[in-house]
């Protein structure tokens, strides 16, 4: 734990017992709350974060960007606007880092999502097609890999995640550059240069 910068822990009810545990153990280390976006996600989140011991929520939708268990769910993107306009709202905007992921595909959705008001965006998927995964769900049931990630050699699957983030990055700079903004922290909450 001492060596680790940052630790995620899931959302629960004793999350401010949990935090201090960590912190006591080694006051550095940045501690995210993981929250799922189900029905209940998006007050939990506002809730969470005006708690004094927060420093970072990382909100998670399903694989497609939905509201998780809900029968017409909503998309992250606007839950993550609502969230964020909450917290601007509530003057505490600035005090919290948010992480939102599920249902980022292309690099577009990483400045949607900057757009709609998250500081960080989180990705799985990506990364797994990068190393040539045919998301046929294979290796959930307990059989082998046809795509043998298991057996990528460690230094080729580094560059081929490397190769995807920078090319991502690229893609950012450009849309960044089309809206006439230098900084992606510049970009966040900026719904107006965006159109839905």
């Known amino acids: 734990l001492r060596k680790t910068r940052v630790i995620e822990i899931s959302d629960r009810d004793d999350i401010e017992q949990r935090i201090k545990q960590i912190k006591d153990v080694h006051p550095g280390v940045v501690v995210a709350i993981r929250v799922e976006l189900d029905s209940q996600g998006e007050q939990r989140a506002i809730d969470i974060a005006q708690r004094q011991f927060v420093e970072v929520i990382h909100l998670q939708a399903d694989t497609n960007g939905n ?27 600035d005090e919290i880092t948010l992480i939102a992921g599920g249902g980022i595909a292309q690099a577009e959705h990483l400045a949607k999502q900057i757009i709609c008001g998250a500081d960080l965006v989180s ?52 849309i960044m550059g089309a809206m006439g903004i230098r900084e992606a922290r510049r970009l966040r909450g900026e719904v107006g240069r965006a159109m839905f």
């Not at 290796?139 to 991502?168: E, K, Q």
């Open 67 to 93: 509201q998780m268990g809900v029968a017409e769910p909503k998309f992250i993107k606007d839950m993550v606007r609502n969230i964020h306009t909450s917290l601007v709202r509530n003057g505490i905007r």
């Open 123 to 174: 990705i799985n998927l990506p990364l797994l097609i990068a190393l040539e995964c045919r998301l046929c769900k294979k290796c959930v049931t307990g059989v082998s890999c046809p795509a043998r990630i298991d057996d990528i050699d460690d230094n080729y699957g580094v560059g081929r995640m490397t190769n995807l983030i920078g090319a991502w990055h690229g893609q950012l700079i450009e």
